[in-house]
């Protein structure tokens, strides 16, 4: 069982590098490009990246009420047509751009959602979220690489490139099963694999288990996960192009790597804090965090600041979200779909929410992110003192 654990774990790494860390992300570096070599503008660029939200939110929603697609195929196919998506991206029709990531992000979102639920389920059999998560950030790290090697190529080799470690991430995880371990208090004969995966749970250590904790705390994460869906994707989506335009063109790329290497370690680093002070204590210290990395490069500037500022980002990006989909046995069902349907509305609403900023450069979307990082933050702290009021932060696990 260990071995499955340990294969399921790296499969799950990779898919989440290329659903996410390559399939979402190659944009942010892709997008600095673009723009310094006038194929897009600043505008046109927020737009598109709220186009591959919005297929991100129906992707989310499509696994929420169909929850049978968690499935082998449903999720080969998903790895199958992003890959399509990012070739898409290399033609020169902007409404082709708008129909590739509105796909890349219903693609994305499927995969997402099964690893998300697998690995939850799975915790009891050996699978670890700290590395499964830690794929998003190397995937990150990637994108940010061959950006700052392709910086004076045609902005269509990122794609290109992009287009190849899909095919081969598909490859690797073929084989992954991202049907959720079924309850072990039901018999697994008759048990469907697609029913209440969420409610699985890995052991509690202690000579007495604690009651789950009550609905009630549910909203406040619902709530604090949906806003920074919308303050942390304002600075991913503006990261490289605020770099390129105060520090200077081509630099942009090199801080995305930044925050991808530190995204790396940065999972299983928060999965050992959250053992110690709780999941929901440590969730709501990456929002302190997130919301740092939005008002240093403002209140700051410089190379230094922007350096550490790329670090935090990426540093708690990924651990934030898997604290969220790991507290996810609040007592309701489908949970991690619905967090990632809140979530991916927020990263919807984000980029346009900063549009009307953007004739004046960047440093407005990042004051609005840190805002609503900060907004997000305070529900994050009410969400701990709910916990610890019913005894429950560590039943949240």
Request: proline fraction near 6%; avoid cysteine.
């Amino acid at each position: 069982m260990r071995r499955e654990a340990n294969l399921a774990s790296w499969q799950g790494a990779m898919a989440l590098a290329a659903a996410m860390g390559v399939g979402r992300f190659v944009y942010t570096p892709a997008l600095g490009a673009m723009t310094a070599q006038g194929a897009i503008g600043a505008e046109a660029g927020a737009a598109l990246a709220s186009a591959n939200y919005l297929g991100y939110l129906v992707g989310a929603l499509v696994m929420l009420v169909g929850r049978r697609l968690q499935r082998p195929w449903p999720f080969r196919l998903s790895l199958l047509a992003l890959a399509a998506t990012l070739a898409l991206m290399a033609s020169p029709s902007i409404a082709l751009w708008f129909v590739a990531r509105i796909l890349a992000g219903i693609a994305s979102a499927i995969v997402f959602v099964s690893v998300a639920q697998a690995v939850a389920s799975r915790r009891s059999q050996g699978v670890d979220p700290g590395r499964v998560y830690a794929g998003l950030g190397a995937g990150v790290a990637l994108t940010g690489l061959v950006g700052g090697i392709t910086a004076d190529m045609p902005w269509q080799t990122q794609w290109w490139v992009a287009f190849g470690f899909l095919l081969l991430a598909a490859a690797v995880v073929w084989g992954f099963d991202p049907r959720p371990a079924a309850t072990p208090s039901a018999p697994t004969a008759t048990r469907p694999a697609s029913a209440e995966p969420e409610r699985a749970q890995a052991p509690t250590p202690g000579p007495a288990r604690r009651e789950r904790p009550p609905r009630a705390s549910w909203p406040l994460l619902l709530g604090s996960y949906g806003l920074l869906g919308a303050g942390y994707i304002i600075l991913g989506t503006f990261l490289v192009v605020l770099v390129d335009t105060q520090l200077g063109q081509g630099l942009g790329s090199w801080f995305w790597v930044v925050a991808g290497l530190a995204a790396v370690p940065s999972t299983a680093l928060w999965r050992s804090i959250a053992d110690r002070i709780g999941p929901a204590a440590a969730y709501a210290l990456t929002l302190v965090l997130q919301v740092v990395a939005g008002v240093l490069p403002v209140l700051v500037g410089g190379v230094a600041a922007t350096v550490v500022s790329a670090a935090l980002y990426g540093g708690t990006f990924t651990a934030a979200v898997m604290l969220a989909t790991g507290m996810i046995h609040l007592g309701v069902r489908a949970a991690a779909a619905k967090l990632t349907a809140l979530y991916s509305l927020g990263q919807l609403l984000g980029p346009l929410a900063v549009v009307p900023l953007l004739d004046d450069g960047y440093t407005g979307a990042f004051v609005v992110a840190a805002a609503i990082n900060g907004a997000s933050l305070l529900l994050g702290l009410a969400l701990v003192l709910s916990l610890r009021r019913r005894g429950g932060e560590r039943a949240a696990d």
